[in-house]
């Protein structure tokens, strides 16, 4: 047997692969919806607590700034005590805080609920993709990691259902909007219950009875460690989280931090205020307003129909470069249209929504696939925390934004963002299609014999 993870890598897609990537689904599902729920919260919540335009923006802010402590502090963690753990705590704390936001009575306890269920929303994404790549044989992991974040604009349109649904029960509607998300939350935990743990973590944690296991139990009893790894791959492994940016481990966090900061930063502006945005576009009424934002947010989860199916077709690289080429010349046309009108606007931010949503799952895709078992979801969590920071500052500033520069200059900015993505994966990114995880995280090393060693990259 080789180095090479083959019966993991090799296996054929089966039942056991679909429901965990459903299940792992439900964690970017509760994002989406939770981030997006807020922005309609807003509508009857600025009233309710006569909230300034600063104050808006904060709590608008506030789960991102979450998203980035949760990311960097719990993905660190998922790589010490294991993925299954972390599965289902997270989900706990989703429901508690959702819940305790209802009985919000002052801007401060808003803010802490929602940073707090930005903590959460920012662990499940290196708990429950790391899980889901370990698992995932090659010929299929990047449509199924995909999925699972395609499933984030799915929760982001039945937001917006909810919140249309809900518009008219009263001033204090925003209560039940916010506690909401609890509901997906429970229903995921108990979806979960019963997940085995990642054999690949287990053998970098040197826990070879444990990771055979699970391996017979996931495959057959005819199966051992030995269709999976050699006896080296069976050593432990103590990744630290300086491992990240250490040989050549460094470009790709550099990369992996660039384009998803640069994703994400128009994406949560825009969903996190759409009805701002529209309504600075001209367009009033419920059923702009509303339906509008729902159909920019449904159009997010069509763009991603064909990126899944592109991403293995053409490779991960080429479906990044050409979305965000697409973003750029949609989001800057507007602002070189004299007097521009709300419908050339509104074509160009449904334009962003299909490209936007081509892509936005290789957030998910390439982290994990770059960075060896030992520092997967450290890696993840990072790329979650730094693209936060931007996005959180993106979402503090656009309402501002917005009264200052209008809607077309508000898309432009968009537009210089996606940018800096385009020529970032343009000099960093590499291409990861139908190559095992082993493959991907192991580079060739010459040596003063005529043969090569591989050495891990970290």
Not at 57 to 62: M, R, T
Not at 77 to 103: P, Q
Not at 312 to 323: A, D, F, M, T
């Amino acid at each position: 047997m080789s180095a090479t993870s083959n019966l993991i890598d090799d296996a054929p897609l089966t039942n056991f692969h679909k429901k965990l990537t459903f299940f792992a689904s439900g964690g970017p599902f509760i994002d989406g919806y939770a981030l997006s729920i807020i922005g309609i919260a807003l509508i009857t919540m600025t009233p309710g607590l006569r909230l300034s335009t600063v104050e808006v923006g904060l709590i608008g802010a506030a789960s991102l700034v979450g998203i980035f402590f949760g990311g960097a502090i719990f993905g660190w963690l998922t790589d010490k005590i294991g993925r299954h753990k972390m599965y289902i705590a997270d989900l706990l704390a989703l429901a508690l805080f959702s819940v305790l936001n209802a009985f919000a009575t002052e801007v401060w306890h808003v803010v802490l609920c929602r940073f707090l269920l930005g903590m959460a929303i920012g662990a499940d994404y290196p708990i429950a993709t790391s899980l889901l790549a370990e698992f995932l044989p090659k010929k299929h992991r990047g449509r199924l990691l995909g999925a699972t974040f395609v499933v984030w604009a799915v929760g982001a349109a039945a937001a917006y259902a909810v919140g249309f649904l809900l518009r008219d029960t009263g001033p204090d509607v925003w209560r039940v909007m916010v506690a909401s998300p609890a509901i997906f939350a429970i229903v995921t935990l108990l979806c979960r219950l019963g997940t085995p743990e990642s054999p690949r973590w287990l053998l970098s944690r040197g826990r070879r009875s444990e990771a055979e296991a699970i391996i017979k139990k996931v495959y057959g009893e005819q199966y051992t460690l030995a269709d999976i790894a050699s006896d080296s791959e069976g050593l432990a492994k103590q990744g630290r989280f300086l491992d990240i940016f250490r040989g050549q481990a460094w470009k790709r966090t550099l990369f992996v931090s660039i384009f998803w900061t640069a994703q994400v930063i128009p994406l949560f502006a825009v969903y996190t205020f759409a009805p701002d945005l529209l309504a600075a576009m001209g367009m009033t009424g419920d059923a702009n307003l509303y339906g509008g934002s729902f159909l920019i947010s449904m159009l997010f989860v069509v763009g991603g129909i064909p990126g899944l199916w592109l991403v293995e077709k053409i490779g991960r690289r080429k479906l990044l470069l050409w979305s965000f080429g697409i973003i750029v010349v949609a989001l800057a046309i507007p602002a070189f249209i004299p007097n521009v009108q709300a419908a050339p606007l509104f074509i160009a931010l449904a334009i962003f929504a299909l490209a936007s949503g081509a892509s936005s799952f290789l957030e998910v895709v390439y982290p994990n696939e770059l960075f060896p078992t030992e520092v997967r979801a450290t890696a993840v969590g990072f790329g979650t925390a730094i693209s936060r920071v931007g996005s959180a500052a993106s979402t503090y500033l656009m309402p501002v934004a917005i009264i200052s520069f209008g809607a077309a200059g508000s898309l432009l900015i968009g537009a210089a963002i996606s940018l800096v993505g385009l020529v970032a994966t343009f000099l960093l990114a590499p291409e990861t299609a139908n190559k095992s995880l082993t493959e991907l995280t192991t580079e060739k090393k010459p040596v003063a014999t005529a043969t090569n060693k591989e050495g891990s990259l970290v």
